[in-house]
């Protein structure tokens, strides 16, 4: 609503630009690393986008929580995160709260929900709370020093995995080594080898359970 107009007569040096504006033909990985920073306005509650540009350490700045209130019941910023328009609350609370997912009204739901977003559980993001305070903060951010944390966070998170993943195939395999095991070269002979029968060809059903736009849930 107005945002990038407003970067615009605000943002002095500071230069901004949508990707598809950047590179109407497309882009490769190494081109969005070389940028400086990125400004997240995001579309829906995960964006694949985010995970890329954390990994490549790329800085980033994004709307604080009580922003992206203001701007989903003002502008519905997240345009695909409900995907039926008149979706009703399911009956069944499984997640424990009575807060419905599928409002834009309800600041409280919306505060709560929106917590959860990929950003807000990512170290070294940074989070504005206005265009104003978005310049401020660019413009006095160490982004090396950002972009060094965001790396040795990074490099934990890629140890944490590995020796997980290790712990995980120990259990899965009982602690034989790699390459132990013999396994018949003839998938449904290797299936019914090592578990007992062979998974059907033949696909799942594709047919939706739930319909929240009639009131049916799965």
Not at 95 to 103: A, D, K, Q, R, V
Not at 120 to 140: E, M
Not at 189 to 212: H, I, K, T
């Amino acid at each position: 609503g107005g945002g990038a107009g407003e970067l615009g007569r605000r943002g002095g040096p500071l230069s901004f630009a949508r990707t598809e504006d950047a590179y109407p033909r497309g882009f490769e990985y190494s081109d969005l690393a070389r940028h400086p920073a990125v400004v997240l306005l995001p579309y829906t509650k995960s964006v694949m986008s985010f995970f890329e540009l954390y990994r490549m350490n790329v800085p980033m700045f994004a709307p604080s929580l009580e922003l992206l209130v203001q701007w989903e019941r003002r502008h519905s910023l997240l345009k695909e995160r409900i995907y039926w328009t008149a979706a009703p609350r399911p009956l069944r609370l499984a997640n424990g709260t009575s807060l419905s997912p599928n409002t834009r009204d309800d600041p409280a739901a919306l505060r709560h929900w929106l917590a959860l977003c990929d950003f807000y559980h990512f170290p070294h993001i940074t989070y504005f709370d206005s265009w104003p305070d978005l310049l401020a903060k660019l413009r006095s951010a160490d982004l090396a020093a950002t972009s060094a944390a965001m790396r040795a966070a990074n490099r934990r998170l890629l140890d944490e995995l590995r020796q997980q993943w290790r712990r995980l195939f120990l259990r899965m395999f009982r602690g034989a080594p790699p390459g132990s095991r013999a396994v018949p070269s003839d998938y449904d002979a290797a299936m019914r080898a090592l578990y007992g029968q062979v998974p059907p060809s033949r696909e799942p059903s594709c047919r939706r359970e739930s319909r929240p736009e009639y009131g049916e849930w799965g």
